[in-house]
């Protein structure tokens, strides 16, 4: 694979995990409701998942 590639996964990679960092914190705040912080941990549990997708593509290429 190009290099190009690798650089855009890892981009990809650092950005998810900017994420999550931004959603951990936000879990400390009081949320709203319930439904607020059910959807909050979905999208960590989600992004999790890529950011371990990502590694193993990188470890690929």
């Known amino acids: 694979m ?3 590639t690798k650089e855009q996964v ?3 990679l650092v950005e998810a995990k900017k994420e ?3 959603l951990t914190t936000h879990r ?3 949320l709203a409701d319930a439904i607020n912080y059910i959807e909050n941990e979905l999208k960590i549990e989600t992004l999790k ?3 371990t997708a990502y590694e193993k ?3 690929l290429l």
Do not use: K
């Open 2 to 4: 190009s290099n190009t």
């Open 10 to 12: 890892n981009h990809y």
């Open 20 to 22: 999550v960092d931004r």
């Open 28 to 30: 400390t705040e009081n």
């Open 49 to 51: 998942g890529e950011i």
């Open 57 to 59: 593509v990188l470890n």
